[in-house]
């Protein structure tokens, strides 16, 4: 997705109205522009967009991780039709459209997040309805400029003006001009489509410091501890406040796991694949009955050890990129910072005994 | 946040009592982290732990969910802190015999609403002093007049509309399910073993996050909830998509009180009417 030949530190200016020229531009070629958009009051989620008046610039975040727009909450993966004679007859999906597709306002975290689900997607089988959304999309992420307390983006290798996956950073300016860190050659050739209203700036330029997030925990710690501690008391005291609802896991930007179902009457249906989540007592349960993971603590040890461990190992980064919603969605206060950081102070050797601010 | 001192107090010397006196295995109440937007649920196993438990206005949780949890029963007789709304799920729960009066301690909590502002359950609460616990601590609370025209308001809104335009608003919430069942982990009385969607032969509701399979989901937890849902709201506190189950909750609790007289939850002895045979029944109610 990403070029190694263009600079990254290539910057550009773009005039005050350049959102409003972006987004006519882009509808001129044909482009499907997606913008964050206050879909009810208060809330802001990615929607097409026809103008730019649509569009909102006050936002945090947007309510659901961007990975909706590549692995969809629901998607249908092939159909099927009883046929005379008994035969069935068979057709997979077309694969998804190639309208271009371009994302204007997208988080740093959420478009950092695509880097762990691109290794997944194109692990062991290439995931072809992932690829070509991805392929089909350029990301243009505005920086990150009301982090609040929940973030924790630096905690785990991120930044709120991290580049990673962006096609193009926007900084936005007070006054409706923007500055544009280029970051790969789609977002040249976005750049090269507004080049009525980007200028290159001028020589010095630098990209405003980014707004602080506290580091929380890190990680590598935390794994050293994991990397001993599959059996413990402490996965019983985390899960005992856990209710094993799904809110965390559907809204975070790197949880990927599906489940595949198949919906028919008699004559026809759908195979699907949906978002799952592993705090459901049915994510692992075997026709059999037998279920690996019986309860909700080695459901919530299978969170975080995927996320913290067993993604590191596989993959060499950590599935988590700090955006903050598992902590805000979570109805019990539930934390998984605190989780963390408990693990970080067992690790240190300071074994809470009671591991306080987790449990309670 | 307002920390209430004296229940809090009186809330922490009742439970180091229970606990040190062996009376209960665990209490159930609330904490609060520094920094934290809610008091979460806490559980307390040893007298000196006692001291963390707290009472605020930020208390939303509906500690009863926890009730039918193998884990926490086998932790020995519960004490819980319960605010009055609370209590009409634990009432539920007894009366469905999901848990035993014998095994619970009842530390009821005088409570003037919740949040700021208000939520909407709070400003239409009579249980501002819990009825039938064990023990309450803190001073009874003064039990303001409620507005019974304001129980139902958000079910009489959308009642307003005509059916075309009550249909565009629930598809329209509806298609924001993203199926990841918080309502129905959050709800006291959603304690099945195995939820109807997880019953695959057949697959009676969708699981795939379609409109069809999103009302599906919605009309059945309904449906197993009217003349048992007490309103407690947590579901819609939950949902991470912002649907508003209130509003569902509030037609049930209407239906059930214009058909039947009937409020869920307000005495563990409580006849609920889908529960009870009557040969006289006037059958109003059968869909």
Redesign the interface.
Same mark, same amino acid.
């Given at each position: 997705m990403r070029s190694t030949n263009v600079d990254e530190q290539t910057l550009y200016t773009a005039q005050a109205g350049w959102l409003k020229s972006a987004v006519d531009i882009l509808q001129g070629a044909g482009v499907d522009v997606m913008a964050p958009v206050e879909t009810?009051p208060g +809330?802001v989620e990615l929607a097409t967009v026809k103008s730019s008046e649509a569009v909102t610039l006050d936002y945090q975040n947007v %309510?659901?991780p961007l990975k909706r727009l590549f692995f969809p909450?629901?998607e249908v993966v092939l159909e099927f039709k009883s046929q005379p004679e008994g035969d069935v007859d068979v057709q997979s999906e077309p694969l998804v459209s190639e309208t271009e597709v371009v994302v204007l306002g997208a988080r740093p975290c959420g478009v950092a997040a695509l880097e762990a689900l691109d290794k997944v997607f194109h692990w062991d089988y290439d995931d072809v309805r992932y690829s070509a959304r991805r392929a089909r999309t350029t990301l243009i992420s505005f920086a990150c400029t009301r982090p609040d307390?929940q973030c924790f983006c630096t905690s785990v290798g991120g930044s709120p003006h991290n580049t990673t996956q962006s096609d193009v950073l926007v900084y936005l300016e007070e006054n409706g001009q923007a500055l544009m860190q280029v970051c790969s050659d789609k977002g040249a050739k976005f750049i090269e489509q507004l080049r009525d209203v980007v200028k290159p700036a001028p020589a010095g330029t630098q990209p405003p410091a980014p707004p602080e997030v506290k580091e929380k925990f890190d990680p590598a710690k935390a794994k050293a501890w994991l990397d001993e501690h599959f059996e413990s008391d402490f996965w019983?005291e985390v899960?005992?406040?856990c209710?094993? !609802?799904?809110?965390c896991?559907?809204?975070c930007p790197t949880c990927h796991c599906f489940?595949i +179902?198949d919906?028919a009457n008699w004559q026809a249906g759908q195979r %699907?694949r *949906?978002?799952d !989540?592993c705090s459901?007592?049915?994510f692992t349960r075997h026709a059999s009955g037998h279920n690996p993971r019986p309860?909700?603590a080695s459901r919530c040890r299978q969170r975080i050890m995927h996320k913290f461990k067993y993604f590191p190992e596989r993959f060499g980064q950590v599935a988590c990129v700090g955006c903050g919603r598992c902590v805000r969605?979570c109805? +019990?206060?539930? *934390?998984l910072v605190?989780i963390l950081t408990d693990i970080e102070s067992k690790a240190k050797g300071g074994d809470k005994a009671?591991v306080?601010?987790t449990?309670? | 946040m307002n920390v209430n001192s004296t229940v809090t107090e009186s809330l922490q010397s009742a439970a180091a009592t229970l606990l040190s006196e062996g009376k209960v295995g665990v209490v159930i109440g609330y904490g609060r982290d520094a920094g934290a937007s809610i008091s979460h649920p806490m559980f307390i196993r040893k007298p000196e732990d006692a001291e963390r438990l707290v009472f605020d206005d930020c208390c939303f949780g509906n500690l009863a969910v926890y009730l039918p949890r193998d884990k926490v029963r086998s932790m020995g007789k519960i004490g819980i802190v319960v605010k009055g709304c609370d209590l009409r799920a634990i009432n539920v729960l007894l009366r469905e015999h999901v848990v035993k009066r014998d095994d619970l301690v009842l530390i009821g909590v005088p409570c003037t609403g919740q949040g700021d502002p208000l939520l909407h359950k709070c400003s239409v609460c009579e249980q501002h002093n819990p009825e039938g616990c064990d023990m309450v601590v803190g001073d009874p609370v003064e039990q303001p007049a409620i507005d019974a025209t304001q129980r139902y308001k958000d079910a009489a809104s959308l009642d307003d509309k005509s059916l075309e335009e009550r249909w565009a608003f629930w598809s329209g919430q509806l298609s924001k399910c993203i199926r990841c069942y918080a309502c129905r982990n959050v709800c006291p009385l959603c304690y099945c073993k195995r939820c109807i969607t997880e019953k695959t032969i057949p697959q009676w509701i969708d699981t795939s996050a379609h409109l069809r399979g999103n009302v599906a989901w919605n009309v059945a937890r309904a449906f197993h909830l009217t003349g048992r849902c007490v309103g407690c709201g947590e579901c819609e506190r939950a949902c991470p998509m912002d649907i508003p189950l209130g509003a569902i909750n509030q037609k049930m609790a209407q239906l059930m009180d214009e058909w039947y007289g009937f409020h869920s939850g307000l005495s563990p002895d409580e006849k609920a009417p889908f529960t009870t045979f009557k040969v006289d029944d006037p059958e109003t109610g059968i869909l």
């Open positions: 009810e +809330v %309510r659901l909450i629901t307390a019983t899960a005992l406040k209710l094993g !609802c799904g809110a896991s559907y809204l489940d +179902v919906e %699907r *949906n978002w !989540c459901h007592p049915m309860d909700q969605a109805c +019990v206060g539930q *934390n605190s009671d306080a601010s449990l309670n | -």
